[in-house]
Nanobody, 131 residues
Framework: QVHLVESGGGLVQPGGSLRLSCAPSGSIFSLGLMGWFRQAPGKQRDPERDLVASISSGGTPGYAASVRGRFSISMDNAKNTAYLQMDSLKPEDTAVYYC?????????????????????WGQGTQVTVSS
């Protein structure tokens, strides 16, 4: 079974940067949508609400209000690989970050932000922002 594999997490000081990567573990058809979700410490995982950023294969990005202007998502369509550049990190960004993907394409921004619409998921990578 193909799933996604995240890398790039770690410990960083407030104000610092990290770059997450996400790639499939095996061969899959072209993905129409990729996204990053996160689960903060002590919170239940909620794919419907915890989107950080999404990007369509056409290059249209979407961001949660809390990260807009600080995070940037990109996608390499040929490799079905997504990246999340995280700058100006804050302690409240501390979470497990999950990559997700879908072979489907959604014209609606709301649909692209809903975790229920993603078929492929990674195991998560820990990001800790602390001094």
């Amino acid at each position: 079974q193909v799933h996604l594999v995240e890398s790039g997490g770690g410990l960083v000081q407030p104000g610092g940067s990290l770059r997450l990567s996400c790639a499939p573990s095996g061969s899959i058809f072209s993905l129409g949508l990729m996204g990053w979700f996160r689960q903060a410490p002590g919170k239940q995982r909620d794919p419907e609400r915890d989107l950080v950023a999404s990007i369509s294969s056409g290059g249209t990005p979407g961001y949660a209000a809390s990260v807009r202007g600080r995070f940037s998502i990109s996608m390499d369509n040929a490799k079905n690989t997504a990246y999340l550049q995280m700058d100006s990190l804050k302690p409240e960004d501390t979470a497990v970050y999950y990559c997700a993907g879908s072979r489907r394409r959604f014209p609606s921004a709301r649909a692209r932000m809903d975790g229920k619409n993603y078929e492929y998921w990674g195991q998560g990578t820990q990001v800790t922002v602390s001094s």
